[in-house]
């Protein structure tokens, strides 16, 4: 493993690590705009959300009984899928310019 790589893995483990055990505690609060709804007196006027039957609705992994770990697979997944599209992004982006990344940053900001 290269020097340079090893923060990066060791960054991306720890975010994983987080996101699997504290993104349970996280959701079990209600969110602002839930505790504002239920201070003005509207929070039984809710309707579920078209996406209420989904994957990953509610904070938790259907199929999953245990709310600890369904909550934590919940968690990296988010954050997986969060990395996979910014790193998605940074490839298209990086194509895009025509210069690897390594270069752009010795040059400076790209110039249309």
């Not at 199929?63 to 298209?92: C, I, K, N």
């Not at 310019?97 to 400076?108: F, L, V, W």
């Amino acid at each position: 493993m290269s020097r340079r790589r090893a923060p990066w893995l060791a960054g991306l483990l720890l975010t994983l690590v987080i996101a699997g055990f504290v993104s349970h505690h996280a959701s079990s609060a209600p969110d602002g705009l839930e505790w504002a709804a239920g201070e003005s007196g509207f929070a039984d006027t809710a309707r579920d959300s078209a996406t209420a039957d989904s994957p990953l609705a509610d904070y938790a992994v259907s199929g999953v009984d245990d709310g600890r770990l369904s909550g934590g697979l919940a968690g990296v997944a988010g954050v997986a899928v969060t990395l996979v599209l910014a790193g998605g992004l940074t490839l298209v982006l990086r194509r895009r310019t025509g210069r690897p990344a390594a270069d752009a940053a010795a040059a400076g900001p790209a110039r249309d």
